[in-house]
């Protein structure tokens, strides 16, 4: 038997008084699950599955050379 079936099997026998009390502890877990994931990983999260290869390797460093026309700037360091 599943973990899964093992539980329903369990419910099957509890009183709805219980059964309210299993589903608040239900929520509260699955609610701490969900915010785990920092909203500081969803924005990278997110930059990461819309990246563009775009064949320019400074492109962030020289942006102001590429969106305005404006001389590259020397490398520091």
């Not at 509260?28 to 290869?53: G, Q, R, V, Y």
Request: proline share 3%; glycine share 4%.
């Amino acid at each position: 038997m599943s973990v899964k079936e093992l539980i329903y099997a369990e419910l099957d026998l509890m009183s709805d008084q219980k059964l309210e009390e299993i589903y608040q502890i239900i929520q509260k877990l699955h609610k701490e699950e969900t915010e785990e994931i920092s909203d500081w990983d969803k924005l990278s999260k997110f930059f990461d599955e819309n990246a563009i290869e775009t064949g320019i390797p400074d492109l962030a460093e020289q942006h102001d050379h590429y969106i305005h026309g404006c001389p590259k700037r020397e490398k520091e360091g």
